[in-house]
């Protein structure tokens, strides 16, 4: 018996399509998992179904009736519980207030009864005793760990006991002792007929805990099959459609063997124990999936967070950068897809957006408006630079022109190495090409590149070698024949640890 | 990825859940510095004096507190003051000033607070106006309307029985005293209810309490409406204790009021805070003036030491609760 229909919902955020004919059929004391590529659509579909996200088009039924959920408050109501991948605490209010946010209980005089919240929260926790440290009802969430927080967010889901729960990703910060427990508590849910939808993208607890799994593609819902009937390398088959094309390489690996970058055994805030030789002139590229360490690791290499522990090396010396100023001195240059957050100084001209570094790296030069200015118009003209003029605010060029610029500011200062933290997020197709054009002009000059995207094709295409992330460490590092999209798949879906 | 290395984290006494203590040690030492310039500072009789003063920042503060928690602002306080004031008063004037034209004086005051403040949170919340220039415009035109009521200060006085009333004592106990009284205990009230779990929330992340269900909109909006209620309360303990109408009476609280609330420790990032803290906070301000007037500092000198006054009082509360923090 069907509980849960998604019949071909279709939703589109600005340019981005999100969900192009999807599908899903819950039935119910089922647990359903979902599985796709990043950005395949399957947070969004979440989203549409518990009312926070409006569809476009398509159908939802709940007990085969149509629904249109407004709010999620309108989907609790109709027993629907939703896992955010994002989590839904109040960092500031207790964990005993988060778990009954929504419906704390009450005395006779209808206020707030805070003793009986307080006992009923502990009960919930006790779920997790032993598992989740020493937490109790009183603590503020702020003061959490990821995963403690990822488990009282479980525990909210479950306080308002739904029949249907869309749990997306719930295991991402778990340890193995707390995924037990969870995978425990859905079975039991299961038994008592509820019916679940279980977002995961380690491929051991998919075959683990799900009855049936549907697999996504770009937003579409491509195939469900029977966990029984079926095996990982089907579910990776199908996620990344039936043609294994190869994707064409751009161009050849370097020659030149001298390392630039030496990492070894370095760990940081979501990263441990990676170690890697960037040689002079490559691409290295980060693979995996989105979130497993590879913009921390970026992030720490620029002195931009946390130092990290182990040892690294540039040009053969010791490279410890207290931040950015030490980064950008010793020749290492970081480009972020975030443009908002980290490059771009959004309603100041283009020619200061692409001198803001220069000003770190020579420390007393004095700048001569006239002599930058050639020198910016250059990098301007090789970047294909499509601005009114190096006095227009940079917030008025396109997303892909603003990048270019903020590529462009390393130029300027001509760095040994660059790295790339998912650079090409939200640029269109002629600008991605250039700056891949620009990519292997640099490395043909001797700049290395370390490259995390979170598209696997653009790795495939501009990376020399991949090094594979799961859960903060390097997987596998592939290299020669070995790079390719099956062989990075099967490492990103790796339960973690493999 | 915690693995064994889970955090420890204990409950202990922390700034974050307790955000009036440090306007409380202030309010301790300056009440010190007020006895020593000015000996009868503990009598009964000047305590309530004091208190008759400051009530009504008190109660504005406390409004602007629960839209300052739910994470928005109101730069009309002031306005709202001023209208209710003009409004209150001018109608117990046409009224003949008799008990009836009192009351519906009274009524049509709180009822226009708390238009006001209904009007602000459609706007805000409902319509999604950004809070700062909403509520300064709203402001703008609450204040223009309080002008049209009434032109010119002074020509409209409140009928006797407002003022003796405020002045009066019942059971030994002065009239403030009793109204206090019932302010805390509806705000004890609130603090323990769901919708004020929820306002907490709303202001603490307003994306995670729509995703969990929670009535964002309309909770924005009661904060607003809340804050118009206890604006036209301020108004009203203006109006006993002027005696008289004005059409400018409320300009200084709207910044006040948002002092009072800062320095009695709540986060203007919403969330984190209450209204004890920002009672003190009134209490404070009130007492900062009090004691730059008993000290004898030259008129041309007191705005300039208030303000380093509060400014270190603030670096205060930044510095120990950072620390705290870590
Ligand atoms: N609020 C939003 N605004 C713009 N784009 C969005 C928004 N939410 C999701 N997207 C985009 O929609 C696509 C699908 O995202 P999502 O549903 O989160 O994927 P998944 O959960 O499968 O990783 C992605 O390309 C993402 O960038
Ligand atoms: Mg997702």
Same mark, same amino acid.
């Given at each position: 018996?069907?509980?849960?229909?998604?019949?071909?919902?279709?939703?589109?955020?600005?340019?981005?399509?999100?969900?192009?004919?999807?599908?899903?059929?819950?039935?119910? @004391?089922?647990?359903?998992?979902?599985?796709?590529?990043?950005?395949?659509?399957?947070?969004?579909?979440?989203?549409?179904?518990?009312?926070? #996200?409006?569809?476009?088009?398509?159908?939802?039924?709940?007990?085969?009736?149509?629904?249109?959920?407004?709010?999620?408050?309108?989907?609790?109501?109709?027993?629907?519980?939703?896992?955010?991948?994002?989590?839904?605490?109040?960092?500031?209010?207790?964990?005993?207030?988060?778990?009954?946010?929504?419906?704390?209980?009450?005395?006779?005089?209808?206020?707030?009864?805070?003793?009986?919240?307080?006992?009923?929260?502990?009960?919930?926790?006790?779920?997790?005793?032993?598992?989740?440290?020493?937490?109790?009802?009183?603590?503020? #969430?702020?003061?959490?760990?990821?995963?403690?927080?990822?488990?009282?967010?479980?525990?909210?889901?479950?306080?308002?006991?739904?029949?249907?729960?869309?749990?997306?990703?719930?295991?991402?910060?778990?340890?193995?002792?707390?995924?037990?427990?969870?995978?425990?508590?859905?079975?039991?849910?299961?038994?008592?007929?509820?019916?679940?939808?279980?977002?995961?993208?380690? +491929?051991?607890?998919?075959?683990?805990? @799900?009855?049936?799994?549907?697999?996504?593609? %770009?937003?579409?819902?491509?195939?469900?099959?029977?966990?029984?009937?079926?095996?990982?390398?089907?579910?990776?088959?199908? +996620?990344?459609?039936?043609?294994?094309?190869?994707?064409?390489?751009?161009?050849?690996?370097?020659?030149?063997?001298?390392?630039? +970058?030496?990492?070894?055994?370095?760990?940081?805030?979501?990263?441990?124990?990676?170690?890697?030789?960037?040689?002079?002139?490559?691409?290295?590229?980060?693979?995996?999936?989105?979130?497993?360490?590879?913009?921390?690791?970026?992030?720490?290499?620029?002195?931009?967070?946390? &130092?990290?522990?182990?040892?690294? &090396?540039?040009?053969?010396?010791?490279?410890?950068?207290?931040?950015?100023?030490?980064?950008?001195?010793?020749?290492?240059?970081?480009?972020?897809?975030?443009?908002?957050?980290?490059?771009?100084?959004?309603?100041?001209?283009?020619?200061?957006?692409?001198?803001?570094?220069?000003?770190?790296?020579?420390?007393?030069?004095?700048?001569?408006?006239?002599?930058?200015?050639?020198?910016?118009?250059?990098?301007?003209?090789?970047?294909?630079?499509?601005?009114?003029?190096?006095?227009?605010?940079?917030?008025?060029?396109?997303?892909?022109?603003?990048?270019?610029?903020?590529?462009?500011?390393?130029?300027?200062?001509?760095?040994?190495?660059?790295?790339?933290?998912?650079?090409?997020?939200?640029?269109?197709?002629?600008?991605?090409?250039?700056?891949?054009?620009?990519?292997?002009?640099?490395? +043909?000059?001797?700049?290395?590149?370390?490259?995390?995207?979170?598209?696997?094709?653009?790795?495939?295409?501009?990376?020399?070698?991949?090094?594979?992330? %799961?859960?903060?460490?390097?997987?596998?590092?592939?290299?020669?024949?070995?790079?390719?999209?099956?062989?990075?798949?099967?490492?990103?879906?790796?339960?973690?640890?493999? | 990825?915690?693995?064994?290395?889970?955090?420890?984290?204990?409950?202990?006494?922390?700034?974050? !859940?307790?955000?009036?203590?440090?306007?409380?040690?202030?309010?301790?030492?300056?009440?010190?510095?007020?006895?020593? =310039?000015?000996?009868?500072?503990?009598?009964?009789?000047?305590?309530?004096?004091?208190?008759?003063?400051?009530?009504?920042?008190?109660? *504005?503060?406390?409004?602007?507190?629960?839209?300052? /928690?739910?994470?928005?602002?109101?730069?009309?306080?002031?306005?709202?003051?001023? $209208?209710?004031?003009?409004?209150?008063?001018?109608?117990?004037?046409?009224?003949?000033?008799?008990?009836?034209?009192?009351?519906?004086?009274?009524?049509?005051?709180?009822?226009?607070?708390?238009?006001?403040?209904?009007?602000?949170?459609?706007?805000?919340?409902? =319509?999604?106006?950004?809070?700062?220039?909403?509520?300064?415009?709203?402001?703008?035109?609450?204040?223009?309307?309080?002008?049209?009521?009434?032109?010119?200060?002074?020509?409209?006085?409140?009928?006797?029985?407002?003022?003796?009333?405020?002045?009066?004592?019942?059971?030994?106990?002065?009239?403030?005293?009793?109204?206090?009284?019932?302010?805390?205990?509806?705000?004890?009230?609130?603090?323990?209810? !769901?919708?004020?779990?929820?306002?907490?929330?709303?202001?603490?992340?307003?994306?995670?309490?729509?995703?969990?269900?929670?009535?964002?909109?309309?909770?924005?909006?009661?904060?607003?409406?809340?804050?118009?209620?206890?604006?036209? =309360?301020?108004?009203?303990? $203006?109006?006993?204790?002027?005696?008289?109408?004005?059409? =400018?009476?409320?300009?200084?609280?709207?910044?006040?009021?948002?002092?009072?609330?800062? $320095?009695?420790?709540?986060?203007?990032?919403?969330?984190?805070?209450?209204?004890?803290?920002?009672?003190?906070?009134?209490?404070?301000?009130?007492?900062?003036?009090?004691? *730059?007037?008993?000290?004898?500092?030259?008129?041309?000198?007191?705005? /300039?030491?208030?303000?380093?006054?509060?400014?270190?009082?603030?670096?205060?509360?930044?510095?120990?609760? !950072?620390?705290?923090?870590?």
């Amino acid at each position: 018996m069907t509980v849960l229909e998604a019949a071909d919902v279709h939703k589109r955020f600005g340019g981005v399509v999100a969900l192009a004919g999807a599908n899903l059929e819950l039935a119910a @004391g089922e647990v359903h998992v979902l599985i796709g590529a990043n950005g395949c659509g399957k947070s969004t579909l979440c989203k549409i179904i518990t009312g926070s #996200v409006f569809a476009d088009r398509g159908t939802i039924r709940l007990d085969g009736r149509a629904m249109r959920f407004r709010t999620p408050s309108e989907a609790a109501r109709a027993g629907v519980g939703v896992f955010y991948q994002e989590l839904s605490l109040i960092p500031q209010l207790t964990v005993a207030e988060n778990l009954f946010l929504r419906r704390p209980p009450r005395s006779r005089a209808g206020l707030v009864d805070r003793r009986r919240l307080r006992r009923e929260a502990s009960r919930a926790l006790e779920r997790f005793a032993g598992a989740i440290g020493d937490i109790g009802p009183d603590h503020l #969430v702020a003061d959490l760990s990821a995963d403690q927080r990822q488990v009282v967010e479980i525990l909210k889901v479950l306080v308002d006991e739904p029949r249907v729960i869309l749990f997306d990703e719930p295991t991402a910060a778990l340890d193995n002792r707390q995924v037990e427990v969870f995978f425990d508590l859905v079975d039991a849910l299961r038994r008592e007929g509820r019916s679940i939808i279980f977002i995961s993208h380690r +491929m051991d607890e998919v075959f683990r805990i @799900g009855d049936r799994v549907t697999v996504f593609r %770009n937003g579409e819902s491509v195939a469900t099959m029977h966990i029984a009937d079926t095996d990982k390398d089907e579910v990776v088959e199908k +996620m990344l459609g039936t043609r294994i094309e190869a994707v064409e390489r751009r161009r050849d690996a370097p020659k030149a063997a001298d390392v630039a +970058m030496r990492a070894e055994a370095i760990g940081g805030t979501h990263f441990d124990d990676v170690s890697f030789d960037l040689r002079r002139g490559e691409i290295l590229g980060l693979g995996g999936l989105h979130g497993q360490g590879q913009s921390s690791l970026l992030r720490a290499l620029f002195g931009a967070d946390n &130092a990290f522990s182990g040892s690294v &090396a540039v040009g053969g010396e010791v490279y410890r950068p207290r931040g950015p100023r030490d980064a950008i001195r010793a020749g290492v240059a970081y480009v972020s897809g975030d443009r908002g957050r980290d490059g771009v100084f959004p309603v100041r001209p283009v020619f200061e957006n692409f001198v803001a570094a220069l000003l770190t790296r020579r420390r007393r030069a004095r700048l001569d408006r006239r002599a930058l200015s050639a020198e910016v118009g250059a990098v301007g003209d090789r970047l294909k630079l499509r601005a009114a003029s190096l006095d227009a605010l940079i917030s008025e060029l396109s997303g892909g022109n603003q990048q270019k610029v903020v590529i462009g500011r390393w130029l300027v200062n001509e760095p040994r190495i660059l790295l790339l933290d998912d650079p090409t997020k939200g640029i269109d197709l002629n600008t991605k090409s250039d700056l891949y054009r620009i990519l292997d002009e640099l490395c +043909m000059e001797g700049v290395s590149v370390v490259f995390y995207s979170s598209e696997e094709r653009e790795l495939l295409a501009n990376a020399d070698r991949i090094a594979v992330f %799961n859960g903060g460490r390097v997987v596998d590092l592939l290299e020669g024949e070995r790079v390719s999209e099956l062989n990075l798949y099967r490492a990103a879906f790796a339960a973690e640890g493999h | 990825m915690t693995g064994d290395g889970q955090s420890q984290a204990r409950p202990r006494f922390e700034f974050r !859940r307790n955000t009036w203590i440090l306007a409380a040690g202030f309010l301790a030492l300056l009440c010190a510095v007020n006895y020593f =310039l000015q000996d009868n500072f503990f009598e009964p009789g000047v305590m309530v004096s004091n208190l008759t003063t400051f009530t009504p920042l008190i109660l *504005i503060a406390i409004g602007q507190t629960y839209v300052i /928690l739910a994470s928005d602002i109101d730069l009309s306080v002031g306005a709202i003051v001023s $209208l209710v004031n003009v409004v209150t008063v001018s109608i117990m004037h046409h009224l003949g000033g008799d008990a009836l034209a009192v009351a519906a004086g009274i009524g049509a005051g709180v009822a226009t607070g708390l238009a006001a403040g209904a009007a602000n949170g459609l706007c805000v919340a409902a =319509l999604r106006f950004q809070p700062i220039i909403t509520t300064f415009a709203t402001g703008t035109v609450f204040a223009g309307l309080a002008l049209w009521i009434l032109p010119d200060a002074g020509t409209v006085q409140a009928p006797e029985p407002v003022w003796r009333t405020y002045s009066a004592s019942f059971v030994g106990v002065p009239f403030v005293i009793w109204s206090l009284g019932v302010v805390a205990l509806g705000c004890w009230l609130y603090s323990r209810s !769901r919708p004020y779990l929820t306002l907490m929330a709303v202001g603490g992340n307003i994306r995670a309490a729509f995703g969990s269900g929670l009535p964002v909109m309309r909770t924005r909006i009661a904060g607003y409406v809340i804050c118009g209620l206890f604006c036209s =309360l301020g108004a009203l303990a $203006l109006t006993g204790e002027t005696a008289t109408g004005d059409p =400018l009476i409320g300009i200084a609280f709207t910044l006040s009021s948002i002092s009072a609330v800062v $320095l009695g420790g709540t986060a203007l990032s919403g969330g984190v805070g209450g209204v004890l803290g920002s009672v003190l906070g009134a209490i404070l301000l009130g007492l900062i003036s009090n004691v *730059i007037f008993f000290a004898g500092t030259p008129f041309e000198y007191q705005n /300039l030491i208030q303000g380093v006054i509060v400014l270190v009082a603030l670096a205060g509360g930044v510095f120990v609760s !950072r620390g705290g923090a870590r």
